[in-house]
Nanobody
């Protein structure tokens, strides 16, 4: 059974940092493409960052320079390091994966991914 499990969400103050983890079972995260998405209350799901099997990386403009996506193949885990957090980063964060290497124009699109985690809550207070 394919499963992605996110962890690391918490409540922090503005300017703080968090590292989210996405651990996979029944699925090899070293292949294809993995992404982080987020959904704020009352808003649609937004692509945040992606990484493919060649370690090519994409970021949303809203997080570039503050967030870093990485992958540990030995642990079959993808991470999202989030620094300089802002109240507008408050959302449920989801990990997603797809077996294919997605084209650049699809990497931050929700409909490009076939496997999803259950999400982890990040709350940033001012």
């Amino acid at each position: 059974q394919v499963q992605l499990v996110e962890s690391g969400g918490a409540s922090v103050q503005s300017g703080g940092s968090l590292r989210l983890s996405c651990a996979a079972s029944g699925y090899n995260l070293s292949s294809g493409t993995e992404g982080w998405f987020r959904q704020a209350p009352g808003k649609g799901r937004e692509g945040v960052a992606s990484i493919d099997e060649f370690k090519d990386i994409s970021y949303a403009d809203s997080v570039r320079g503050r967030f870093t996506i990485s992958r540990d193949n030995a642990k079959n885990t993808v991470y999202l390091q989030m620094n300089s957090l802002r109240p507008e980063d408050t959302a449920i964060y989801y990990c997603a994966a797809d077996l294919s290497v997605l084209g650049w124009n699809r990497r931050l699109r929700e409909d490009a991914y076939t496997v999803w985690g259950q999400g982890t809550q990040v709350t940033v207070s001012s």
